[in-house]
Nanobody, 115 residues
Framework: QGQLVESGGGLVQPGGSLRLSCVAS????????MGWYRQAPGKPRELVAT???????NYEESVRARFTISRDNTKMSVYLQMNNLKPEDTAVYYC?????????WGQGTQVTVSS
């Protein structure tokens, strides 16, 4: 089985920054597409950003200019640098790894943007 462990969430004021990290282990290989999703209270889970093994990226439109996804395949890790955070970014952020019909989720890390 594969495992994803996130870290880096927390409370930040509007306009602030956070960096989320996710480490993959087990049966998750480096060619998996890695990404971040989020779920706010009362809303469905939504894509934030993904990155393929070839470094092709996909962003949700509202974060495109503010968030940056990156990965380090030697460390089996994916990161999400979040700048200029807004209250509407408040959510539980989940790390995701997928390849064909194989998919894994992390346990989630809370990000709260509030003054």
């Amino acid at each position: 089985q594969g495992q994803l462990v996130e870290s880096g969430g927390g409370l930040v004021q509007p306009g602030g920054s956070l960096r989320l990290s996710c480490v993959a282990s087990g049966t998750i290989a480096k060619f998996y597409t890695m990404g971040w999703y989020r779920q706010a209270p009362g809303k469905p889970r939504e894509l934030v950003a993904t990155m393929t093994i070839r470094n092709n990226t996909n962003y949700e439109e509202s974060v495109r200019a503010r968030f940056t996804i990156s990965r380090d395949n030697t460390k089996m890790s994916v990161y999400l640098q979040m700048n200029n955070l807004k209250p509407e970014d408040t959510a539980v952020y989940y790390c995701n790894a997928r390849w064909l019909d194989s998919e894994y989720w992390g346990q989630g890390t809370q990000v709260t943007v509030s003054s």
